[in-house]
């Protein structure tokens, strides 16, 4: 079992920025891929970022540039540090780890963007 808690949710207006962070604990495998969904109201999960353990990255294309994802395998904890935020980024973000054989998520955070 692998247990997340995710931190750093909030309101913040255009333009503006916040960070995300998400800690896992329990029986962590070595090899594996941690990062962030996100889901607004009436639209599907979008996977927002994600990083494996051996540093690639990924990104959806709305974020590119604005959003960057990092982690601290010693802590296993991955960021998501988000600038240039807009209304559209509003969502709960999930945090996500995942192995070839199982995934696990957070309990989300609220993002919201706006004036």
């Known amino acids: 079992q692998v247990q997340l808690v995710e931190s750093g949710g909030g309101l913040v207006q255009p333009g503006g920025s916040l960070r995300l962070s998400c800690a896992a604990s329990g029986s962590i495998s070595r090899i594996n891929t941690m990062g962030w969904y996100r889901q607004a109201p009436g639209k599907q999960r979008e996977l927002v970022a994600g990083?494996?353990?051996?540093?690639?990255?990924s990104y959806a294309d709305s974020v590119k540039g604005r959003f960057t994802i990092s982690r601290d395998n010693a802590k296993n904890t991955v960021y998501l540090q988000m600038n240039s935020l807009k209304p559209e980024d509003t969502a709960v973000y999930l945090c996500?780890?995942?192995?070839?054989?199982?995934?696990?998520w957070g309990q989300g955070t609220q993002v919201t963007v706006s004036s």
């Open positions: 996500y780890y995942s192995t070839y054989q199982e995934r696990y």
């Open positions: 990083m494996h353990s051996g540093s690639s990255r």
